[in-house]
C-alpha cells in the first residue's frame, strides 16, 4: 500500500476526490507518522487529533454527498503557532502565553477550513517569532529531520521540519525577515513569503506589523501555490491587506515545471554572492543558476548597493515595533499573570508577568526597541533604519525596471549545530542577511532547493516585484522542474 | 567605548516593564551593546534629505459601512482572563501607584 505521508498535496486531493483512499485514512496516516517521530524532531507544540479526524470525516460525508470538493479537500496542513485557532491552544512559542485558547479564527486558519484541508495541530517556532533557529522557543527546539543536532532554522522551523519529516504535506508559516523562507532553505522545502499585504495578519500574533506576512509552506513548488491561492486575497479585517486578487501562481507554477524560461530575464544580486556565504552554499547556488541559463533565462548580475544595510536597519525597525507591539502582554486580559498577591500595585505585578513569561530574546528586542524609539536616540536609530528602508526599496524598484525577478541564496550557511549561535545574538541575526530586505520592500520572495553542501539543503532565493507572486512560483517551478526535489534522510 | 551602560539597560528594562534579575543585567548590558553597535552602521548611509518609510503599502483609513456583525460574547472575551469579576477583567490595584515616578 502507498504511504500516504510520503504523497504531495496534489496527490492527496485526487486520491481523496477520486475516492480512492478517504480524507480520514491521509488524517489517519499523516497523525501516525507524527506519533512515530515527532518525539524526536519535535515540529509540533499541539496535535489536533481530535479537530483532525472531524474535519476529514467532514470532507469524507461532503464527497459522499456528490458536493463539489476544493482542489486540497482533503489534505492535511500543520499551522505555525503564530496564527490564531478557536478553542485550540496557540502559545506564539511563549510561556506568556501557555494554555491560551483563542476565542476565534485567524483569516488563515478560517480559509484553511472552508478549503476543506484538514489542520492537524500547531508548529514550533521561535517565541513570538524572533530568532533564526526555533532555538527561543520556550517549549524547547525543533530538530532539522536531515541532523537531528542540527536547527531546523526559524522562526517556522516547526513547520518546515514537519514537511521534511513527512509529518505533513503542507505547512503554514509566517515571514517578518524570512521566518518562511530560511527554515524552508535549511530542510530542503519550499516556503514562500507572499507581497506584504497579499495574505491577511487578522489573527497573527503581532511581532512587526508592517513586516509580518504569513504565507505558505509545502515540499513542491505547486504545492506551494495551490495554498498560497488558498489563503491569500483582500481581508477587510487587515487595514493593510491589498483590495486585490491573488496573482494566478497556480497556473505560473505550471508553466514554469514545463522548464521553458525563455524571455524570462534574473538578476543575481552582486552584494549577496561575495564573502557572505559559505563555499558550498555559492556553489549550488551558481549551477542552478546555470540550469536556469539553459532552460532560457537571461542571466545579468545587478548590484543593490543598500542591501548591506537592511540587517541593521531590519534589527531596529522590528524591535521597535515589536516593543510596542508586544505591550498588550500585560497580564490582564489574556495569559499569563504572576505575583498577583492583592499588594502588589498593576505596574509591579505586569513587570513580574512579563519578566516570568518572555524569554530572553524577546526581552533583548523590546529593550532594543524601546532604546531606538527614545528620545534622544529616535532620529538616529529608528528614524534612520526607515530612511534606509526607502533606499533599500528603490534599489528593488531600480532593478526591477532591468530584471524580471533577482536571485540570490537563501541563506549565508546551511544548518548550523543546535547551540553554535545561542551566546553571541547577533551571530544568529546573520542567518537572515539575505532575506531581510524583501520584507523591507514588501514584495514576495520563495525559497526552492537547489542542492546539497556536505550533505545539507542549499537554499535559492527568488525575489519578485510586489504583486508578481506569479512570477516567482514560475522560475521556483521552472528550476525544481531541472533540479528535482530534495528527499532527507529516513528518520 | 560602550554604545550603552548597564545603568541605562536597568532603565529600559524599567520602561518596558521587564523585572529582570541582577544577573539578567549583566548578560544584557553586553549583548545590546554588541547588538547596537552594529545597528549603528545605519548611521554611514548618507540620507539626510530622503522620506523615511514606515510601511511597504500606502496607507489610508479603511473604512466599513456602519452595520452590526457578530462579536464575541463576554464569556468569550474574558475565556483568556487571568482573573475576571461581574462580566469585567479583574485588575491588581491601581490607585496606590507611586505618582512621582
Known sequence: MTDLSKLTAVEIAGLVASGETSAVEVTQAHLDRIGAVDD???????????????AARAVDERRAAGEELGPLAGVPVAVKDVLTTKGVPTTVGSKILEGWRPPYDSTIVERLRAAGTVMLGKTNMDEFAMGSSTEYSAYGPTRNPWDLERIPGGSGGGSAAALAAYEAPLSIGSDTGGSIRQPGAVTGTVGAKPTYGGTSRYGLVAFSSSLDTPGPCARTVLDAALLHEVIGGHDPRDSTSIPAPVPDVVAAARRGATGDLTGVKLGVVTEFTGEGAEPGVMAAFRESVEALAKLGAE??????????YALPAYYLIAPSECSSNLARFDGVRFGLRVGDDGNRSLEEVMSLTREAGFGPEVKRRIMIGTY????????????QAQKVRTLITRDFTSAFEQVDALISPTTPFVAFPIGSRTADPYQMYLADLFTIPTNLYGGPAISVPCGLSDGLPVGFQIMAPTMADDRMYRVAAALESAVGTLTPPTL | MAAISREEVAHLARLSRLAVTEEELDTFAGQLDVILQSVAQVGEVAAADIPPTSHSVPLTNVLREDVVRPGLTPQEALSGAPDAEE?????PRILDEDVAS
Not at chain 1, 299 to 308: A, L, Q, R
Open chain 1, 40 to 54: 524526536r524532531v519535535h515540529a509540533f507544540l499541539h496535535v489536533d487529533t481530535e479537530g483532525a479526524l472531524t
Open chain 2, 87 to 91: 462580566q469585567r477583567f479583574r485588575v
Open chain 1, 299 to 308: 542571466i545579468v548580475e545587478i548590484s543593490c548597493p543598500h542591501f548591506k
Open chain 1, 372 to 383: 531606538a524609539l527614545s528620545s534622544g536616540y529616535y532620529d538616529a536609530y529608528y528614524g
